[in-house]
């Protein structure tokens, strides 16, 4: 069964890091972009970052440049987002996603993880 | 960055009934247009990708439509366990952005 499930969400208190995972599972992930989007408690779904297949190309949205880094490690099959310095307005629910494209950068998200929280709040 | 606006923001249907959600790019975006549909507190779903081709697995009765600025997403008939919001998204240029959503609610 293809699977993303992502870990590390939790509480962390403005200007805290934190670090999430994406573990990948049933489907070759060293070969597909991956992607972070967010969503803030009961708003719309906006994406965060991506990174290439062999992890020599990323992007950022401007909200978190600077901020954020997405990495990965092929051989574990896990995606990870470093967060710095973050703000009250990060707060979202935090999801993985693979993109439709396979190695062929698409933007667009066919597996989607089932999320993580992260609060950000003193 | 361009911006994607969806109508209606939400929308009361019954089930059976056809329903149509628009989605406009502030630019041409040529077919880089997606749509996804997200039931409360679940992932969203990839349902229609390139305008019209519709992902494996999601039913007959989801159909997109369009090109350049203005897009369509059409439920033929729709059934109870399609009540959820729908987002459409373009792909055509970073940042790839959502448009805010349409919900659709039972009547």
């Known amino acids: 069964e293809v699977q993303l499930v992502e870990s590390g969400g939790g509480l962390v208190q403005p200007g805290g890091s934190l670090r999430l995972s994406c573990a990948a599972s049933?489907?070759?992930?060293?070969?597909?972009?991956m992607h972070w989007v967010r969503q803030a408690p009961g708003k719309g779904l906006v994406w965060v970052s991506r990174i290439k297949s062999d992890g020599s190309s990323t992007s950022y949205a401007d909200s978190v440049k600077g901020r954020f880094t997405i990495s990965r490690d092929n051989a574990k099959n896990t995606l990870y987002l470093q967060m710095n310095s973050l703000r009250a307005e990060d707060t979202a629910v935090y999801y993985c996603?693979?993109?439709?494209?396979?190695?062929?950068?698409?933007?667009?998200?066919?597996?989607w993880g089932q999320g993580t929280m992260v609060t950000v709040a003193s | 960055d361009i911006q994607m606006t969806q109508s209606p923001s939400s929308l009361s249907a019954s089930v059976g009934d056809r329903v149509t959600i628009t989605c406009r790019a502030s630019q041409s975006i040529s077919t880089y247009l997606n749509w996804y549909q997200q039931k409360p507190g679940k992932t969203p779903k990839l349902l229609i990708y390139a305008v019209s081709s519709l992902q494996s697995g999601v039913p007959s009765r989801f159909s997109g439509s369009g090109s350049g600025t203005d897009f369509t997403l059409t439920i033929s008939s729709l059934q109870p366990e399609d009540f959820a919001t729908y987002y459409c998204q373009q792909s055509y240029s970073t940042p790839p952005t959502f448009g805010q959503g349409t919900k659709v609610e039972i009547k």
């Open positions: 049933g489907f070759t992930f060293s070969s597909n972009w």
């Open positions: 996603a693979r993109d439709l494209g396979g190695s062929y950068k698409v933007d667009g998200f066919d597996i």
